[in-house]
């Protein structure tokens, strides 16, 4: 499309691969880092179109990657359109990439918005690329024993109010590779980031961060979330299907509250045999159990089923999510992609 007209799926223009590379075995694709991206993208020049700094900018969600591209000043575009851009991708890519005798395998789809005017200044963009690549995953299970968390350095915070935590922009992601480096070098997964003199617990790694306990005042089970409310942390599209499907299925067994918890309260809940479970939740890693906590010379150990596995609110939202994902039954979150080839282009 032109860089002077909006996102417009209907101009899209197909240029296949005369050279598809082959689906790698999911066995040796879990043993590597490195990321296998489908045969195909979609490029899209945009142009600013409102008065709306910074300059990168990736997301799932349509709607999100637009309020995350508005928070940098990048141009804005029809999220619309971009989901249908995206299903166009998957309805070529899809069927040869997913096939059925590897079941559990995904696809990530990544659309990414950057700036690209001819400039090094700090300046609002005027012209930026839009495009989107789709990444190949094998299952990602589990990690034996549960996910071990680290906290963050006291020097160290992801976001801030009045920041960017809410949006997701490429900024979030870099300064907490070196505090995440560490937590794997002293043998844990990711940091539980926490936020102010109380240590309020926002995320997980790039994951939202659920605890189930008992509340000390009734003993009422209460599943338990970071509000949205302080734009500290990302309104996870996984965290809303799982507040969503508890509040729905479990109504009378669990309360669901989206409010502060702090690194204290998780303490206190552990020594008082209050902590019921806790899970990370998110796109790549889907819904994984939490079995530790480090914070500061003190561990907390959260229970989970034998070797790690998913207790019960978390073994119920991983099976009901990913019944869903996998079309072992028809949900309005499912939505099916037909597959299109290179001749119905």
């Not at 969600?61 to 591209?69: F, I, V």
């Amino acid at each position: 499309m032109g860089s002077s007209q909006p996102l417009d799926a209907s101009r899209l223009t197909y240029t296949f691969t005369a050279t598809p590379r082959a689906v790698p075995d999911t066995q040796t694709l879990s043993s590597t880092r490195q990321t296998i991206c489908t045969d195909h993208m979609i490029t899209a020049p945009t142009a600013a179109t409102t008065e709306n700094c910074g300059c990168s900018c990736t997301d799932r969600n349509t709607r999100r990657l637009l309020m995350s591209a508005q928070r940098i000043s990048l141009p804005e575009f029809d999220p619309d359109e971009l989901e249908k851009l995206i299903c166009t991708l998957l309805s070529v890519d899809g069927a040869r990439w997913l096939p059925r005798d590897r079941a559990g395998s995904f696809l990530y789809v990544r659309p990414t918005i950057i700036g690209t005017d001819a400039q090094l200044g700090v300046a609002r963009p005027t012209a930026a690329l839009l495009y989107i690549v789709v990444g190949y995953m094998a299952r990602l299970d589990t990690p034996a024993g549960g996910k071990r968390l680290l906290t963050n350095p006291a020097d160290t915070v992801r976001s801030w109010v009045g920041g960017f935590g809410y949006a997701k922009v490429g900024a979030n992601y870099g300064p907490a590779v070196l505090a995440t480096q560490e937590a794997f070098r002293q043998g844990y997964h990711q940091i539980l980031w926490l936020y102010g003199p109380d240590g309020s617990c926002t995320e997980a790694g790039g994951s939202n961060c659920f605890v189930a306990w008992k509340r000390p005042e009734d003993g009422t089970k209460e599943l338990v979330t970071a509000p949205l409310d302080d734009r500290l942390i990302l309104d996870g599209v996984t965290r809303r299907s799982c507040l969503a499907l508890v509040r729905e299925r479990l109504q009378g067994e669990v309360e669901v509250s989206e409010r502060k918890f702090t690194i204290g309260d998780l303490l206190e809940a552990a020594a008082e045999n209050r902590h019921l479970e806790s899970f990370a939740a998110g796109t790549a890693w889907f819904i994984t159990p939490i079995s530790l906590i480090h914070h500061r010379q003190q561990d907390i150990h959260i229970p989970t089923g034998p070797g790690g596995t998913p207790r019960d609110i978390t073994g119920k939202l991983k099976g009901w999510l990913g019944d869903m994902m996998y079309g072992r039954v028809e949900h309005e979150w499912a939505r099916v992609v037909a597959e299109r080839g290179e001749n119905n282009a």
